[in-house]
Nanobody
Framework: QVQLVESGGGLVQAGESLRLSCAVSGRAPSNIAMAWFRRAPGKDREFVAAINWSDAFRNYADSVKGRFTISRDSAKNTAYLQMNSLRPEDTAVYYC???????????????????WGQGTQVTVAS
């Protein structure tokens, strides 16, 4: 069993930054890829960013390119989402997701992720 626990959410003003963390525990495969998704009020959950198992590939939604950075520390079994220049439209519950395997395709598709965290709220005030 693999558990994902997010942390780092909160309330910030527009233009400020936050860093989310996702700690992986349990019997996680060594080739685990990580991603962040978010669900804004009244909207479907959407892809935000993904990083493959070796950190050779990082992908972002167009809406966050240049502002958000995904990274990982394999020694700590933790993934991060550094969010800069936050906007009110970034307000959402942010979810960490993980999947095993070496594929770098379809990283934006929710059904391909096996493990999910409980989510952390990010609120950006204008």
């Amino acid at each position: 069993q693999v558990q994902l626990v997010e942390s780092g959410g909160g309330l910030v003003q527009a233009g400020e930054s936050l860093r989310l963390s996702c700690a992986v525990s349990g019997r996680a495969p060594s080739n685990i890829a990580m991603a962040w998704f978010r669900r804004a009020p009244g909207k479907d959950r959407e892809f935000v960013a993904a990083i493959n198992w070796s950190d050779a590939f990082r992908n972002y939604a167009d809406s966050v390119k240049g502002r958000f950075t995904i990274s990982r520390d394999s020694a700590k079994n933790t993934a991060y989402l550094q969010m800069n220049s936050l906007r009110p439209e970034d307000t959402a519950v942010y979810y960490c997701a993980a999947r095993g395997g070496y594929s770098v395709t379809y990283y934006y598709r929710e059904p391909l992720y096996d493990y999910w965290g409980q989510g952390t709220q990010v609120t950006v005030a204008s």
